[in-house]
């Protein structure tokens, strides 16, 4: 239970644990940034009880209920912007960047801003991708990156629970420390999951897919997800939280924020930190942490290339704008900015023609606070605050050659704007994701002030093949709203059909709706061009002691949501690690 008592306590352990760290000014390695890698690399490292390791982490302690209970997405994810209602979640737990304006909107980037990062604020859903985005990172010279080399990291740190009916699934780890669950587990399909398989099946040709997981993606299924009774399994609640008080290695600093990497000549040395408030504000409190093995920077792709920055490591025509003194040329830090862009479709339906059961609509949540007592108390079988935003989809080719270019989310609740505006009217969105995109985006800096946001362009279809990929991911995603299987239901299909049939309408249709599935990766890509910022073994290139081990190592983008495969990012990474430091 989350108590007032509990905040009090876990503040106050926050506190005790920052003072120890502070006065223990060395430890073997530093992390920085508590996501979802940087919590797998501070369990894997601090298993040998011959090194000390210290996390530091931007954001606060992992404590609201609003992370635990899997509908406080709806909270988390669209808390920013001027409503004063969402000021207090927005700067406590969620970055809320804003990359710069295109198409006459500014592109919005929630991240995870708290011990678990961005695991703390997901839908929770768990897509490996396809087994050929790994084999294509090995085939550009990444070695031990492979997709069998990374199947073996994926099952190790999972604990899959799967459902009755699909039992044990080979693909999957049963003994490790990230709960992963299957869907039916705890809800059995609705009359809505099956409309929508249905409609898959019948309107894009698509087959049910028993493990979207398995490394062959194309079908439909319900989503796998990271959860546990009802609960959120983020990365701070698997790996740092059983291990955080028996390991006396390990140091964990939460509200800490790291100004900058310190280098001596090309070997990195340590981190200067400043402290931050619960409300994300700095302090006067500063201060030096010396890394004896290595500095790990796991801030996340749009903050590690930034932290480099500040510190002098990136372009010397960048720094140089801002007056930095350039302690290491290296071009591609903050370049290569790549991420999933997604459009919805909307449907509105008639209530008075009868909702299926599974249809998240306000009128069908009534008596608020008892649903959400049920999920404090443990029911959370029944309760609708065990929910998650999508709970089915797709992958489809719009090739028609078996791999997959679109991720189909049927979100069963109409909203816009990332959630920040809920439609009154009842019905849903059928989103598509566009997974391989070319266009590319960077992030730079502002100034060099540490406080300041990031500088981001995500530039989002710019290249025509993800413009035309894209509007055939919507088509197919219109098919599925118009289906006849929606007919005794569908009051409206918002104009869709209309708008799918039109060419001209249909790209500024896109043009104008295009939004992120936040999924940023590769600003420090992994590889060994000129553009490459680390090597295979996630070293920094041309640099000692210095790595970077989370989403913005990728070299290309995934074809799934990167929250699991950041995870075995840092799984792989810390293994590196270790090896060179023998």
């Known amino acids: ?56 982490e931007a954001g606060p302690e992992d404590v609201s209920p609003a992370i ?178 028996t390991r006396k290695n390990l140091t964990v600093l939460t509200n800490t924020q790291v100004a900058k990497v310190n280098l001596d000549n090309k070997t990195a040395t340590g981190v200067d930190w400043y402290r931050v408030t619960g409300s994300g504000k700095a302090t006067s409190t500063t201060g030096t942490i010396t890394a004896n093995r290595r500095v790990i920077l796991s801030a996340g792709a749009l903050q590690t290339p930034q932290i480099l920055q500040l510190s002098g490591i990136g372009s010397k025509a960048d720094l140089s704008e801002h007056d930095i003194e350039v302690k290491h040329h290296l071009p591609g830090v903050g370049a290569h900015l790549l991420d999933h862009p997604d459009v919805a479709v909307p449907q509105e339906i008639d209530v008075t023609k009868g909702v299926p059961d599974g249809t998240s609509l306000p009128s069908r949540l009534p008596n608020t606070l008892k649903q959400y007592l049920q999920w404090r108390m443990g029911d959370w079988k029944t309760s609708v605050f065990s929910k998650i935003a999508c709970e089915t989809g797709y992958f489809y080719s719009t090739k028609g050659d078996g791999k997959p270019d679109i991720q189909g989310h049927f979100v069963p609740l109409l909203s816009s ?61 219109v098919k599925m709203t118009t289906s006849s299987t929606f007919d005794h239901i569908r009051k409206s299909d918002c104009d869709m059909r209309a708008i799918a049939a039109d060419e001209a309408r249909l790209r500024e ?45 990728y070299p290309t983008l995934i074809g799934g949501n990167t929250n699991a495969p950041t995870m075995m990012v840092g799984d792989i990474g810390a293994k590196k690690i270790r090896a060179m430091d023998a």
């Open 68 to 245: 635990h209970t899997p509908l406080g997405i709806g909270i988390l994810v669209p808390a920013w912007g001027k409503n004063a209602k969402y000021r207090l979640t927005r700067d406590k737990l969620n970055w809320g960047f804003e990359a710069e304006e295109e198409n006459g909107k500014r592109p919005y980037q929630p991240r995870g801003r708290c011990l678990g990062g961005s695991s703390c604020i997901n839908a929770l859903l768990y897509a490996r991708g396809h087994k050929d985005d790994y084999d294509n990172w090995a085939a550009l010279g990444n070695e031990g990156w492979s997709w069998e080399e990374c199947l073996e990291s994926f099952k190790s740190f999972e604990k899959f629970i799967p459902s009755l009916s699909s039992g044990v699934l080979p693909a999957h780890g049963s003994s490790g420390e990230l709960v992963v669950e299957e869907q039916s587990v705890f809800n059995p399909f609705t009359e809505l999951e099956r409309m929508f398989f249905e409609a898959s099946g019948n309107e894009l040709g698509l087959k049910a897919n028993p493990d979207y997981n398995s490394g062959d993606t194309e079908g439909y299924f319900t989503y796998q997800r990271t959860s546990f009774e009802g609960k959120r399994f983020s990365a701070a609640r698997a790996f740092v939280k059983p291990v955080r008080e």
């Open 1 to 56: 239970s989350y108590s007032f008592c509990t905040l009090l306590e876990a503040t106050y352990l926050s506190n005790m644990r920052s003072s120890r760290a502070v006065l223990c000014k060395a430890y073997d390695y530093v992390i920085v940034g508590g996501g979802s890698a940087g919590c797998v690399l501070a369990n894997r490292l601090s298993a040998d009880p011959e090194v000390t390791v210290c996390l530091l």
């Open 417 to 477: 704007s990332h959630g920040r505006t809920p439609m009154k009217i009842p019905g849903w969105n059928m989103k598509s994701c566009l997974l391989y995109p070319k266009s590319e985006g960077y992030t730079k800096l502002y100034s060099k002030d540490p406080t300041e946001a990031p500088r981001i362009r995500m530039n989002f279809l710019k290249e025509e093949e993800d413009m035309q990929v894209m509007m055939e991911g919507v088509r197919a995603a």
């Open 509 to 553: 249709y896109v043009t104008e709706k295009v939004e992120t599935l936040y999924h940023p990766v590769g600003t420090c890509k992994m590889g060994n061009d000129d553009e490459a910022v680390v090597d295979s073994n996630l070293s920094v290139h041309g640099l000692q002691n210095l790595s970077v081990v989370d989403a913005s190592i």
